[in-house]
């Protein structure tokens, strides 16, 4: 994989940026490392081969973080021990 450069910028407390190559494709985020989660999953997807994909912008679900899937999964795991022990 290549590397590429992405422009980032804060507004109002969010995070936003696009891949340089791919100005049509912005994406925004809670914080700076959410922002660089979801470019770095971009970057990939589209150098993954799937171009047509990426032609015309689509509005997507924003992704969870990969710290936020951890700790979403430890919060369950914990919910789980303790509804088992009553």
Do not use: C, N
């Amino acid at each position: 994989m290549r590397a590429t450069k992405y422009i980032i910028w804060e507004e109002d407390g969010q995070w936003h940026g696009y891949l340089q190559d791919y100005p049509d494709l912005p994406t925004q985020g809670d914080s700076f490392e959410d922002l660089q989660t979801k470019l770095s999953d971009l970057h990939y997807e589209v150098s993954s081969g799937d171009h047509d994909r990426y032609h015309t912008p689509i509005s997507t679900i924003p992704r969870r973080t990969r710290l936020r899937t951890k700790r979403h999964e430890r919060v369950e795991q914990l919910f789980r021990m303790m509804l088992y022990d009553l």
